[in-house]
Structure formats: C-alpha cells, structure tokens
C-alpha cells in the first residue's frame, strides 16, 4: 500500500513502511478534530504511547495559575515506532476511537 499525505501542514509521510490498518499514512485512519503535541511518558504497550499533556489553569478567587496535566493513550504505528521513544515531544491527531481509551494517533516526532 502506498502511503499518503494526510493533509496537515508540517507533518511529511514517513520512510518506513507499515501494513497496519490504524495507520494514517499506510492504512485507512482520518485524522480530524484536535492536534496536540505532549511527552511521550509509556511506551510498554504493543501500538500504544501515553503522552503527558501540561498546561496551566487559572483560578479566578485567588488570581493565580496552577500547573497541572491529562494523560492521553495515542495510537503509534509502527512505521513511527522505531523513531519514537521515552520522553520524545510528539504530535498526535484526532482520529474515530481505535478502543475504549484511543482517539489519538502519533503523527509525528517533533525536534527539539
């Protein structure tokens, strides 16, 4: 199967080949809705990353910020497994729920 540009701006097609369906490069995934970018913090499941996701919160009594962060199961295909590891920055996609936890997948791995 031949790979395909999923159509976001910045995000180029990878030169590894996979034969997964949930692929939005070599299979048949649509990425729509939000783009996130977070860590990867897990990477012990098979096809599946948890990027951690920080950000600061406002509270309106006190006029202050707090930090706090959501945990996020993405789906890593393999044609991006090889690049990506622990404590990576990552962007990942909206896509339908690939199961019960997943609606992300990783699109791609972000330079520092």
Do not use: W
Request: contains cysteine; positive net charge; proline residues 5%.
């Amino acid at each position: 199967m031949s790979a395909r540009n999923i159509g976001i701006p910045g995000v180029s097609i990878p030169s590894d080949v996979c034969q997964d369906y949930n692929c939005p490069f070599h299979g048949t995934l649509r990425i729509r809705g939000r783009i996130l970018q977070g860590v990867v913090g897990k990477k012990r499941m098979k096809n599946t990353v948890t990027i951690r996701r920080d950000y600061v919160h406002f509270i309106k009594k006190y006029q202050r910020y707090e930090r706090r962060n959501s945990i996020i199961a993405a789906h890593l295909p393999p044609c991006l497994s090889s690049q990506i590891n622990e404590g990576d920055l990552v962007k990942i996609g909206e896509c339908r729920p690939i199961s019960k936890t997943k609606a992300f997948c990783v699109i791609q791995k972000i330079e520092k």
